[in-house]
């Protein structure tokens, strides 16, 4: 299990990642039974962490021979470059503006997916269109939203986002968490560990986009993006 959680940027903050990460670290621990051993949490993670932590996956595949189930979540900024619309990861020292400083989702989809596991599940509380989690925009000059261009996992990964498009992925004030992570956590809590991962998207799924509306005005859409190999059977996989 390996957990970012990227909230202390210079510039603009991600209100409740660190939140976010940490519980989601706990409830593995207590309501999946994921040994604390097993599970890694990145805090405000560098550029060169975020690559020592997938780099930390692949060895964890190779000391298993690839028998292992691998979660991977990130928390934090993300945001589309302007002229090519491919999304990246904004790790803590990065600078959206030199794209080289940054970590691709396709880079991240081809690592995680170049490795050798019996599934990959990838969770991403992070909105890729330019959108922070209060409703600005991370890039400076631009009024909109970017919808970014989409990536296709590979190998055995299934990708859960926050939010589909151009839409934002916000913050649940009340709860102090992202929204989509507290629904996350709730069916983890509420279902005491037992469910599918077909059953945590649905559940998810409905309570982000009517919670969004009902608190934001909005529309936020969480989407399921699974591999080829995945397309079929991720529904009845469970964590």
């Known amino acids: 299990m390996f957990i970012i959680a990227n ?3 210079p510039n ?3 209100p409740y990642a ?10 593995c621990n207590r309501t999946l039974g994921v040994s604390v051993k097993q ?3 990145y805090e405000n993670a560098t550029t060169g962490q975020i690559i ?3 780099a930390a996956i692949r060895r964890a595949s190779e000391a298993n021979d690839g028998d292992l189930n691998v979660i991977f979540y990130y928390a934090g900024h993300a945001f589309p470059d302007e ?6 990861l904004l790790p803590i020292d990065g600078d959206n503006q030199l794209v080289e400083t ?3 989702l396709k880079r991240l989809y081809q690592e995680l997916g170049s490795i050798k596991t019996k599934s990959c599940v990838c969770f991403l509380d992070a909105c890729f269109s330019g959108a922070t989690r209060e409703d600005n925009m991370l890039l400076t000059g631009r009024g909109v939203a970017i919808k970014p261009k989409e990536e296709t996992p590979q190998g055995n990964l299934i990708v859960f986002t926050s939010a589909s498009g151009n839409e934002t992925a916000h913050q649940y004030e009340e709860k102090q968490h992202g ?3 507290y629904f996350l956590l709730k069916k983890m809590q509420d279902s005491k560990g037992t469910f599918t991962l077909g059953e945590m998207y649905d559940y998810v799924s409905k309570n982000v986009k009517k919670t969004s509306f009902d608190v934001n005005n909005k529309i936020q859409t969480p989407s399921v993006i699974p591999s080829e190999t995945m397309t079929q059977k991720w529904r009845n996989i469970k964590l």
């Open 12 to 14: 603009r903050k991600v």
């Open 52 to 54: 020592a932590c997938v």
């Open 179 to 181: 929204l989509f992570t």
């Open 7 to 9: 909230e202390n940027y």
């Open 83 to 88: 002229k090519t619309k491919d999304a990246y």
């Open 102 to 104: 940054c970590y691709s």
């Open 39 to 41: 599970i890694r949490l």
């Open 18 to 27: 660190l939140n976010d990460g940490n519980v989601f670290k706990e409830y």
